[in-house]
């Protein structure tokens, strides 16, 4: 209990950390997204039992972003650090009337500390797909992580959500998602986590508890 206090607390430095430094307006189908509209800056924080993440990106282009990521991992054969500088691309993007799906990718490379020093070559890529309207919410994350001294680490997430009610444009909009997720080395099983997602303007933040107790927290604002 002590510890998830700890964390919560943290968590929350992190938030008020991310509203002084973004606040503005942004359109609702360019919010979440590795890429925002040109000239955006973002700010996110990532929490779960074994990973935390936060990062910050600029986008130079409708298509391209490049930026900063912290992660640190904490699993059963690996406890690191990780400070890593890369791109995000927006590889593809349909639209529709009521509806929007993309393809983007992310590449970043940089150290790693550990309690031994800090070893430098590790790189990381992510490819994210997602389909959204006002009513319905599917995406899907791969992340690989190759560190200098050992094999890659794989992550992968899934969701699916639904909208309880439809928002109009300026409105506080929400969605119920359920999330599974599994970093393969770490062995175990899938983690399925109920999720409540719910975003502002230009603030989103998510918050949910897998059925195995892990607490998970997301928080993101663009200016």
């Known amino acids: 209990m002590m510890n998830e206090f700890r964390s919560l607390k943290t968590d929350c430095g992190l938030l008020l950390v991310g509203l002084t430094l973004a606040a503005g307006s942004i359109p609702v189908l360019a919010f979440a997204h590795p890429v925002a509209y040109q000239g955006a800056t973002a700010v996110q924080f990532f929490s779960e039992q074994t990973m935390r993440e936060g990062q910050i990106y600029y986008s130079f282009r409708p298509y391209a972003a490049?930026?900063?990521r912290h992660l640190e991992l904490s699993l059963p054969n690996r406890e690191s650090k990780l400070d890593l500088g890369g791109f995000n691309f927006l590889l593809k993007r349909w639209n529709e009337v009521?509806?929007?799906?993309n393809i983007y990718a992310s590449a970043a490379y940089g150290s790693e500390s550990v309690r031994a020093g800090t070893?430098?070559?590790t790189a990381l890529f992510d490819l994210d797909l997602d389909w959204e309207s006002r009513k319905y919410y599917t995406a899907l994350l791969a992340r690989t992580t190759q560190f200098s001294d050992a094999g890659?680490?794989?992550y992968y997430s899934a969701r699916a959500g639904i909208a309880p009610y439809l928002a109009e444009y300026g409105e506080i909009q929400?969605?119920?998602?359920?999330?599974?997720?599994?970093?393969?080395?770490?062995?175990?099983?899938?983690?399925?986590?109920?999720?409540?997602?719910v975003f502002y303007k230009n603030f989103l933040f998510e918050v949910g508890r897998s059925f195995s107790n892990d607490f998970k927290f997301n928080f993101m604002v663009h200016h």
């Open 174 to 197: 929400s969605w119920l998602i359920l999330e599974a997720s599994k970093t393969v080395e770490a062995g175990g099983d899938v983690e399925i986590t109920p999720l409540v997602r």
């Open 66 to 68: 490049g930026g900063a």
């Open 98 to 101: 009521d509806s929007q799906a």
């Open 152 to 154: 890659p680490l794989h």
């Open 119 to 121: 070893r430098s070559g």
